[in-house]
């Protein structure tokens, strides 16, 4: 979607409803209520208005509040999950801990009923400023990722010709020492060995899966979105049986604008990621240990 700063949401108080409790002028981020004769007010707010973050209708005990404009509606405001529905840390835990990324597949389709309910779940993820500039092509077939994968190792080929010419040899003069390296060590041998494999018959990119999310950010999103939302959607995919996996070497997408046009994917937007889904042909026995990078508690 992507709204600019200047569009603001439109908070609206049914002063019938309205008990006066004050929550919302406590919550509100961008101080946007008053209470005037005991009936919370919205007014202009302190820094960029209302953006629609949706804390006020979330948090008014009574139902007396609806935000319009930037991405919500009058009918956005849901039942809350009973606590006791809720997932405990265990089950969560368990969860990430026996989830693994998939990379076979069995030869079955993903119902479209739990592909709605990943990208519910998707949708669900925190984003920087509302409304959520993250957007998701999706292959729900087989057939569909088939020609994506095909789609892409075309771009690949225009790709890998492109690094070897001398007009890319000139753009380059001006990255940086660690952009060369990356490029030179990772992403060309990478997109080399996509196509080798994919014309030997292997499919190392999609790995032949029955399901893929195709995630893009707009010019009010960021990267980071994208890995929240797909990270959203994985553990939804767990919770429900099926298996995914990342695929960062998506990204290249955003060297080759034919492959962007052929898939509708506007200009100024970047993809970030497929998330592949399907329902796992292989059975893990044992969950791993996983350490970050480091973790230091600040004195
Ligand atoms: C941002 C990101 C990009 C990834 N890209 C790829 C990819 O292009 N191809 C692939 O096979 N796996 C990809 N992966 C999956 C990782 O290789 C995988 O998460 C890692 O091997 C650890 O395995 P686990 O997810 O089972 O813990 C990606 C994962 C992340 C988080």
Redesign the pocket.
Known sequence: MGFSFHVQGRPEVDSDLCTGCGQCVAICPDQIYTLENRKARPGQGVFLGCIACGHCVAVCPVGAIAVTGRGMTADDRRPLPDPASRATAESLENLLLA???I?KYQDREVEREKLDRILAAAAAAPMGIPPSDVHVLVFSNRQQVRAFTAASMEAFRRMNRMLGSWIFKLLSLRTSKAEKEIMRDFIAP?MRALVEYYDAGED??T?NAPAALLFHHGPHGDKSEI?IAATYAMLAAESLGLGS??????EAFNHDSMLKQHYGIPKEHKVG?ALLIGYPAVKFHHA?H?RLGSVRFAE
């Not at 996996?245 to 998506?250: R, V």
């Open positions: 989830r693994r990324s990379r990478l190392i990119y790995y890995a996996c990342m695929i960062g070497s998506s990621m791993l996983r």
